[in-house]
């Protein structure tokens, strides 16, 4: 029997509610319900279904506390929606907006981490100063960072020795330091791309 189990359901019934996400076996309280609420309105199940046990995927299971008491676990699983443990067929785009909800979350909480320790920004530039243990690069013309600064002070310890006019690779974190030379917050890599030709560099 088709029909929409939580047409009715509204925010102020919610006391609270989080979603695990299986793959990767992680939960996440859910702060704002009204997206969540608006979403679950949308569900449609049809005849109920318990074969959902023999598909393989990702399941997101959201568990609603209410405020008479009762607590309630809904498991979007495509194509099936498993109320309290009991499967149905479900309307594929609504079940889908649910994981796709799910995942959103899950990413939103990585940010922070993926922000500080994993975000990689590249650009291009030329080698116009070679130092002790630093380099002074002027960032190509094409590249965001030429827009805030005309030349790069850069950490350079690496064995591999870098000449005046060679173009390079800078590999940071996207952290842009207030001085001049403008300095980048935490260098990861700076790779060689093409050398200095002859006539370029001093005799």
Do not use: W
């Not at 989080?18 to 992680?26: F, G, I, Q, R, S």
């Not at 929606?81 to 939103?108: F, W």
């Amino acid at each position: 029997m088709a029909g929409k189990p939580y047409k009715d359901l509204e925010a102020e019934q919610i006391v609270s509610a989080a979603v695990h996400l299986l793959p990767p076996d992680k939960t996440i309280q859910i702060t704002d319900v009204k997206e969540l609420v608006d979403l679950l309105k949308d569900v449609v199940i049809y005849n109920e279904d318990n074969s959902y046990t023999e598909y393989a995927g990702q399941g997101v299971t959201f568990t609603l506390v209410m405020t008479d008491g009762t607590q309630t676990d809904i498991m979007a699983y495509n194509p099936f929606l498993v109320i309290d443990g009991t499967g149905y067929k479900t309307k594929y785009e609504p079940c889908e907006a649910l994981n796709h909800y799910a995942n959103m979350l899950s990413e939103r909480t990585e940010m922070p981490a993926s922000a500080n320790n994993m975000q990689e920004v590249t650009f291009q530039a030329t080698v116009i100063e070679v130092r002790d243990d630093s380099i002074l690069a002027e960032p190509a013309d094409d590249s965001l960072e030429s827009d805030t600064a005309d030349r790069f002070s850069i950490p350079y310890k690496e064995k591999q020795v870098l000449q005046i006019g060679d173009t390079v690779e800078i590999t940071y974190n996207g952290d842009i330091l207030e001085s001049y030379p403008a300095q980048l917050g935490e260098v990861y890599k700076i790779t060689l791309l093409e050398q200095a030709k002859a006539d370029v560099m001093g005799k």
